[in-house]
């Protein structure tokens, strides 16, 4: 399966439906990368202002781009590893998102913000690390075209797309099966639509909403995704 054929799958911004498309895929026994590739077409559907992405893994101590959206998101990569600097590089090593909003402005990386401006059409950049077993092993990079397009909001979307990926990546990098994946994909996206709810419901952050979940699943020796179910099948029984 080609990119074209991947971006024809998942083209819709309807969350649920890439959501679902990009397990369908996973489902069907698909190569791990075009499950890669399909993560980052789908960063460019789900995650607003966000024209390109690409998905970057720790290998023996190099950072490869195992997968991108399109030429440029790669070219984007290719620079920070030539200039040793870059929100997608650093979020490999911080837990916080890594976001410039404008490449123009004065930035943290701006041996980065030269080469990006000179041959790509990018001004802003987000980077999100990814975990296995607690191990860095890579980052989610998103890109856009326009300055200012990344926000906080904008990050909270794509830390749900980041879990989805981690999952995934966890799985593909353990030869798990593939409907054993599939079924942690599912469970991820009920704890981030659990962690959302709580969110607004209790007027909390994101940690004290996942704390929030963990504390509970160990209250109640129930499975933290399972919990999850309950929490996001009640809201929906609230508003019917």
Not at 29 to 48: F, H, K, Q, R
Not at 75 to 91: S, Y
Not at 155 to 180: C, K, M, N, P
Request: hydrophobic share 45%; with cysteine; proline share 2%.
């Amino acid at each position: 399966m080609d990119d074209d054929k991947i971006s024809t799958e998942v083209a819709s911004n309807d969350p649920a439906t890439v959501f679902a498309a990009l397990a369908d895929i996973v489902y069907r026994g698909t190569s791990a990368d075009e499950v890669y590739s399909a993560i980052c077409v789908a960063a460019t559907l789900l995650v607003p202002g966000c024209d390109h992405a690409s998905l970057m893994l720790v290998d023996r101590g190099r950072n490869v781009t195992v997968a991108a959206s399109d030429r440029i998101a790669r070219t984007v990569d290719d620079i920070e590893r030539a200039t040793g600097e870059g929100p997608c590089l650093d979020a490999i090593d911080n837990e916080a998102a890594q976001i410039e909003t404008d490449f123009l402005t004065p930035t943290a990386w701006p041996a980065l913000a030269k080469g990006v401006l000179a041959r790509t059409p990018v001004r802003g950049a987000m980077g999100f690390r990814l975990l296995l077993d607690h191990r860095k092993v890579g980052a989610l990079n998103l890109f856009s075209d326009t300055a200012g397009a990344f926000t906080s909001e904008t990050a909270d979307r794509a830390i749900i797309l980041t879990a989805f990926a981690s999952v995934t990546v966890s799985s593909i990098l353990h030869g798990e099966e593939a409907q054993t994946l599939r079924m942690g994909l599912r469970s991820n996206r009920e704890i981030g639509k659990a962690v959302g709810l709580l969110m607004v419901s209790h007027e909390v952050t994101d940690d004290q909403a996942f704390d929030m979940l963990r504390k509970t699943s160990q209250d109640m020796n129930v499975k933290i995704a399972a919990l999850a179910q309950s929490v996001v099948k009640a809201h929906k029984q609230s508003i019917n």
